[in-house]
């Protein structure tokens, strides 16, 4: 069987096929006919001859094979130095091997490429920091799961986002309606509290124009009330787009290059439709990887920009706290110790580190950094897709085992992370570990220590 | 023999040597692509030339970065290694008679204790490396017999200009094998991994491009590598 019926080499586009993965029960089905998937070579030594450039080439040859990048690893550390986790060990295993056989591999090293690059590596780039070289694992593994992808060898759950989001243009099935919906019904629900709270759509010429994660309106449609209670304190004149809502890019993780253009430009064509100012994401690292770092490539953008200024949440927080739009009450600050998350995908990979200090100087009396931190943080262990791959769920919970230490070692109780993933590790490390932490994103936290202004608060009964 | 070692031969390697090297860094460089490598070169090009240099910098200097302080013992050997091996042969004595004979000029010559002290420390440091190759599961994973190899063609000159100058043996014989090891170790920087050569400052532009435009150079004062 050359092509399975769930497992093959086409594009998830209509929603017959994504019900039938749906229905496939953690991958049972899918994983079986993986077995039986043929490999294109010449389809992907075609690709690797378009698109492995001298960049990549040259990391491949002139890697020293000195091991640098070794203890640069959370795999490799959390792994007890297991040599097979060296970062060069496992691009050379790998996609060293697809350049070397010229793509004339068969199913089973398929498989082993696509286990390593999805369940040893989220594609945190932090080994490039450490090698002489410069040479970026995160870069590689990335590329190579797009070769992986265009041989339908794909971890199940990511078929499944990608073609969420050819198909709903949002990582979950929320369509239009329902994220307009969602909006209206925040905004109710909230407004006893917060007279004349409203979650603006569509509004034209907006100073704001403000973009989710789909989460956020399928399982936690508080954080959106939040996030509108915030701009309403802040007297931000903001809007959400009904379309091009969704920032986050499973198709990423997957490798679904064809999938992620088209995500991007969905959100690139709300910031033009609308003429806003300029955007802001919410609190989510991967999600402005995707549309602000590396989206604009995708969708063919030469100056590397997206149509209008883009900000993370935690640049508009500083901001806000900076020009004194929101003012925190200094009895509520935050007095137990508190550490900070430094996202990969934001803080190493788009340099917002002082902006996280300049928040935690506002909101919290009591500041312990991780060590290492800032650009150097480790990955929470969940980046990369892994925390939602149930045939890597072992190898992911054993990668938590460094932020484990690291959160330990700060003696805090309460972490806060403004990264959806990161979020969703460190929840799941406490299940695992059961250390006795507290982990938030900033919205609730800035809710209650902000200063309500009388003319906000609702009147006395 | 010395006239054709050092005649023709000579000529060969240093043609070799100096197109090898130009082509490497112009097929580098066209094969760069803003949309694959996910990075506006261009258009950005002030902020790239910044990062890229910051790049280059930290990384020249011993202990200069968090990975060259993490790896301390290691840092060492590489300089030491690097040091000797870069900037010894311009200095040698012997090196620069024949440079006055054929070109009409000449460098500063270091003493020939030193001269033997800085080729000791290559070797010396070679050891280490090689030691450590063998000793750390986590590098000796990823070694290969072609490391060995261009380990020995780095250090082969050495090895033999050392012996070719105390006169052990056949002075001869060793003087021939100095010059052939030298023309072999010139040859080998294009053609092998020591095309690193040329390789570390163009990967380390690239990468420092990268993190100047794309990733957060813009909006920060720049990645503390
Ligand atoms: C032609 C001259 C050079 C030769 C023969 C040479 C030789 C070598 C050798 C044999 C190694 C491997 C060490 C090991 O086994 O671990 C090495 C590593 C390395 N070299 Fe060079 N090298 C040369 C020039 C340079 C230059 C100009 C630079 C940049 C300033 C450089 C940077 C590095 C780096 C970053 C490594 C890899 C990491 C490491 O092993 O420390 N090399 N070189
Ligand atoms: S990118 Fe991160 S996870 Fe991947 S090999 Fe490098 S350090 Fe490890
Ligand atoms: S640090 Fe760089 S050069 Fe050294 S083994 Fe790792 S990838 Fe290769
Ligand atoms: S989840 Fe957070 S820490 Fe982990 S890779 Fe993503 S941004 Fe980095």
Redesign the pocket.
């Known amino acids: 069987m050359p092509e399975g019926k769930l497992c093959n080499k086409q594009t998830v586009d209509t929603e017959e096929q994504l019900q039938a993965l749906l229905d496939d029960k953690s991958g049972k089905q899918y994983y079986e006919e993986m077995n039986y998937l043929d490999v294109d070579s010449d389809a992907l030594w075609a690709t690797m001859q378009k698109t492995l450039k001298s960049r990549l080439k040259t990391w491949l040859k002139i890697c ?3 091991g ?1 990048c070794a203890d640069s690893c959370f795999f490799y550390l959390a792994n007890k130095k297991d040599p097979e986790q060296v970062p060069s060990y496992k691009i050379i295993s790998t996609l060293g091997e697809l350049v070397k056989r010229k793509g004339q591999v068969d199913n089973a090293f398929m498989q082993t490429v696509m286990d390593t690059a999805w369940s040893k590596c989220t594609c945190c780039n932090r080994c490039g920091m450490y090698c ?2 410069g040479i970026d694992m995160g870069i590689m593994f990335s590329y190579t799961r797009g070769l992986c992808f265009s041989q339908g060898f794909v971890p199940w759950e990511l078929k499944i986002g990608s073609g969420m989001h050819r198909i709903y243009r949002a990582q979950m099935n929320v369509t239009t309606e329902d994220w307009v919906d969602t909006c209206e019904w925040m905004a109710e629900e909230y407004e006893e509290d917060w007279p004349g709270l409203k979650i603006p759509v569509d509004v034209q010429n907006a100073d704001i124009i403000y973009t989710v994660n789909a989460r956020e309106p399928k399982h936690y449609p508080e954080d959106l009330a939040e996030a509108a209670i915030l701009f309403h304190l802040a007297g931000e004149n903001w809007t959400v787009p009904s379309e091009g809502w969704e920032e986050t890019s499973l198709a990423m993780f997957a490798g679904d290059w064809g999938a992620c253009k088209m995500q991007v430009e969905t959100v690139y064509d709300a910031m033009t439709r609308l003429n806003a100012k300029r955007m802001v994401v919410t609190e989510c690292g991967h999600a402005y990887r995707a549309t602000v770092l590396e989206g604009p490539y995708w969708a063919g953008r030469k100056d590397g920009q997206t149509p209008i200024p883009t900000f993370h949440y935690v640049e508009w927080v500083a901001e806000a706290l900076r020009t004194g739009k929101i003012k925190i009450d200094p009895d509520k600050k935050i007095k137990e110790p508190v550490t900070y998350q430094d996202s990969c995908n934001y803080i190493r990979n788009a340099g917002l580190k002082d902006v996280a200090r300049e928040i935690m100087g506002y909101i919290a009396e009591d500041f312990r950094e991780m060590k290492p931190n800032k650009e150097h943080n480790f990955c929470c262990g969940g980046g990369g897709g892994l925390n939602g791959i149930g045939r890597y769920r072992e190898q992911r919970n054993i990668g938590l085992k460094v932020k484990r230490d690291q959160i330990l070692e700060t003696g805090c109780k309460l972490v806060i992370a403004p990264c959806h993933n990161c979020w969703d590790a460190i929840r799941d490390l406490e299940e695992e570990f059961r250390i006795g932490i507290r982990w938030s994103f900033l919205k609730p936290l800035l809710i209650h220590m902000a200063v309500v202004p009388d003319h906000l608060k609702p009147p006395e009964e | 023999m010395y006239a054709f070692v050092t005649g023709p031969l000579a000529w060969l390697t240093f043609i070799i040597f100096f197109c090898g090297v130009t082509y490497r860094a112009i097929w580098y460089f066209r094969g760069l692509n803003w949309q694959l490598d996910r990075v506006a070169y261009k258009p950005h090009m002030s902020y790239g030339i910044k990062g890229a240099l910051r790049s280059i910098f930290f990384w ?1 200097i011993p202990f200069g970065t968090h990975s060259w302080r993490f790896y301390p013992f ?1 840092t060492i050997c ?1 300089f030491a290694f ?1 040091i000797g ?2 900037f010894t042969p311009f200095f040698i004595y012997g090196h620069n008679v024949l440079l006055q004979e054929r070109f009409g000029f000449s460098l500063w010559s270091m003493s020939d204790g030193a001269a033997d002290f800085m080729t000791c420390m290559v070797l010396v440091a070679a050891i280490f ?1 090689i030691m450590r ?1 063998n000793a750390l599961p986590e590098v000796r994973i990823i070694t290969t017999p072609y ?1 060995y190899l ?2 020995a063609i ?1 250090v082969a000159p050495f090895v033999t200009g050392l012996l070719a100058r105390h006169q052990v043996g056949n002075y001869n014989f060793w003087l021939i094998t100095h010059i052939l090891s030298g023309e072999l ?1 010139l040859v080998a ?1 294009p053609l092998t991994k ?1 095309s ?2 040329i390789g ?1 400052f163009l990967s380390r532009a690239q990468i420092g491009m990268d993190y100047g435009i794309k990733r957060g150079g813009m909006k920060s004062k720049g990645l503390s590598w």
């Open positions: 020293a094979h000195c640098m002489p070289f | 020249l290691f590489f690097h091996l870069l490396i190759r490391d261009v380990l780095a170790f920087i020591l690193h050569f570390f």
